[in-house]
């Protein structure tokens, strides 16, 4: 699953005037950018280059800062991964958004720093593929689910790019595995397995199609070596001076 920067095809006509114009600069758009974040949140997609336009003006005018919109954005780009879309859009924050570890008192702990804090932890948990731990995170705190709460969709666009990195890994996964990872079970878990992917399910094993990426292949490399060039390095070792 690629995920391109610069293109959206949801990308409205007045949005893409603004990012091929001087305005993309001008501070008044934020709140047009604010507004179409809002939009990405209810129709289930990302526009990444729009969110880090946004971000940008926000390094510019930090005043101008609007902390829903900034964590909307993050948790957006979660929905994107294995993209690098969440680390690019956490390169673009203020200084005084950046989560530092703690003991590092530098700068005091908002609200905003803790949200931050805990959505990179949850990208780590989807980089690193530790899905189980993902799920387990994302239900240890209320605080995550207030996060995502208006972002339409957010747990099946996760699931999906889990099942995209499955995909091109497994051809035959046991279903128990595939529960944790994806946080479903019973009835549901199947209809996402086999609707949602076009998965085939056999008892406990889950079956997936060859693909590009998950097919098995044998590479042998070698090299054609003539009798005419074993005699060429014969006739250079005996002529060789002593």
């Known amino acids: 699953m690629g995920y391109a920067f610069d293109g959206c095809k949801e990308r409205p006509a007045h949005i893409d005037e603004i990012l091929n114009g001087l305005n993309r600069y001008n501070p008044e758009?934020?709140?047009?950018?604010?507004?179409?974040?809002?939009?990405?949140?209810?129709?289930?997609?990302?526009d990444a280059y729009a969110s880090m336009a946004l971000l940008k003006l926000y390094q510019f005018n930090p005043q101008l800062l609007h902390p829903d919109t900034?964590?909307?954005?993050?948790?957006?780009?979660?929905?994107?991964?294995?993209?690098p879309a969440f680390s690019l859009c956490?390169?673009?924050?203020?200084?005084?958004?950046?989560?530092?570890?703690?003991?590092?008192?530098?700068?005091?702990?908002?609200d905003l720093t803790e949200s931050i804090q805990k959505l990179t932890r949850l990208n780590t948990l989807l980089e690193s593929a530790q899905?189980?731990?993902?799920?387990?995170?994302?239900?240890?705190?209320?605080?995550?689910?207030?996060?995502?709460?208006?972002v339409v969709g957010f747990e099946d666009l996760v699931r999906i790019r889990i099942a995209g990195e499955v995909g091109k890994t497994f051809r035959?996964?046991?279903?128990?595995?595939?529960?944790?990872?994806?946080?479903?079970?019973?009835?549901a878990l199947v209809k996402f397995a086999q609707t949602a992917c076009g998965w085939r399910v056999n008892g406990q094993q889950v079956d997936i199609p060859a693909n590009a990426e998950n097919e098995a292949k044998s590479e042998t490399k070698g090299e054609r070596v003539g009798v005419d060039m074993f005699g060429r390095v014969f006739r250079r070792g005996y002529e060789a001076p002593a």
């Open 29 to 46: 758009t934020t709140t047009t950018f604010q507004e179409y974040v809002n939009l990405q949140c209810e129709e289930k997609f990302f």
């Open 131 to 150: 899905y189980d731990a993902f799920w387990a995170t994302l239900e240890s705190d209320d605080l995550y689910s207030d996060l995502y709460a208006d």
């Open 70 to 83: 900034v964590t909307s954005i993050l948790v957006k780009a979660l929905t994107v991964f294995p993209s």
């Open 90 to 110: 956490l390169a673009l924050l203020p200084p005084s958004t950046i989560p530092y570890s703690p003991g590092n008192t530098s700068i005091p702990t908002t």
């Open 172 to 187: 035959q996964i046991d279903l128990g595995v595939l529960s944790g990872w994806l946080d479903l079970r019973g009835d």
